[in-house]
C-alpha cells in the first residue's frame, strides 16, 4: 500500500509539472520568434545599406556628369579686328558661337561693323574671328597707316579684309555671289595676307584677279 500511495503521489507531482513544461515551452517558442524578427530587422538594416549604395551610385553618377563637363573640347581661337583685345583665347564648352569668342576678347568697339558677320555661327579649333571696321572708320585707320587707301584711277581702294559685301560689289566684275563668297571665305579662314589670296576664294581666278588687283588691298 506504501509503494501505491507513493506511485499515486508520484503521478500526481507530474500531472503537476506538466502546464509549467508547457509555459516553458511556450516561453522558449516565443523567444525564437522574438529572434526571428530580430533578424528580420537585420534585413531591413540591409536595405538600408543598399539605399546609402544607392546614393553613392548617384553620387558616382554626379561625378561621372562633372567629368564629362570637364572633359567638354576646349578650343583655341584667334579673334582680332575691332575687338577690346584682340588676341588668342581658349574657349571650353558646349555650342561654342562667334559671339562667345568675341565677348572673351572684350566685346565690340563702336566702330565695329558686324553687319556681314555671322555672330550665332559655331566655332571650330583654329579658327580666326575677324571683326571688320565701318567703312569710313576702314578708311581712316588705311589713310593714317601710310596711304593703303591712296587714291587710284577707279577711287580708293578697298580692302578686302575689313570692306562689306555692299562695299566689294563696287569692284568691276564682282557680284553679289561673289562679293558674299568673299566674306565667308576671311570669317571661315582668317583675313587674306595679300591681295593674291584673293584667289583662294571659289570663282576668283587668275582672269578675274587680274581685273581686280588694281582696285583692292589688305
Known amino acids: 500500500m ?28 516565443l523567444a525564437g520568434v522574438l529572434l526571428t524578427l530580430g533578424r528580420g530587422g537585420g534585413v531591413t538594416i540591409e536595405r538600408s545599406d543598399g539605399g546609402e549604395a544607392a546614393a553613392g551610385q548617384e553620387s558616382d553618377a554626379s561625378e561621372g556628369g562633372e567629368a564629362a563637363e570637364t572633359e567638354a573640347p576646349v578650343l583655341v581661337v584667334h579673334v582680332d579686328g575691332c575687338v577690346a583685345s584682340p588676341g588668342v583665347y581658349e574657349l571650353a564648352g558646349p555650342h561654342l558661337r562667334v559671339n562667345d569668342a568675341v565677348e572673351a576678347a572684350g566685346g565690340l ?74 566674306v565667308e571665305d576671311r570669317e571661315a579662314h582668317g583675313p587674306f595676307s595679300s591681295v593674291e589670296d584673293l584667289m583662294r576664294v571659289s570663282g576668283i581666278g587668275q582672269k578675274k584677279f587680274d581685273k581686280l588687283k588694281g582696285q583692292i588691298c589688305v
Not at 500511495?5 to 522558449?28: D, E, F, S, T
Not at 571696321?133 to 587714291?151: H, I, L, P, T, V
Open 109 to 182: 568697339l563702336p566702330e565695329a561693323d558686324t553687319s556681314q558677320m555671322n555672330l550665332a555661327a559655331g566655332l571650330a579649333d583654329g579658327q580666326k574671328v575677324l571683326v571688320p571696321a565701318r567703312a569710313e572708320e576702314g578708311a581712316a585707320a588705311a589713310a593714317a597707316g601710310g596711304g593703303a587707301a591712296s587714291q587710284t584711277g577707279v577711287g580708293s581702294l578697298v580692302n578686302i579684309n575689313l570692306a562689306t559685301a555692299d562695299q566689294l560689289q563696287a569692284l568691276s566684275g564682282v557680284g553679289e555671289a561673289t562679293a558674299r563668297a568673299i
Open 2 to 29: 506504501q509503494r501505491a500511495a507513493k506511485g499515486g503521489l508520484a503521478r500526481r507531482l507530474l500531472a503537476g509539472r506538466v502546464p509549467a513544461l508547457m509555459a516553458a515551452l511556450v516561453v522558449i517558442c
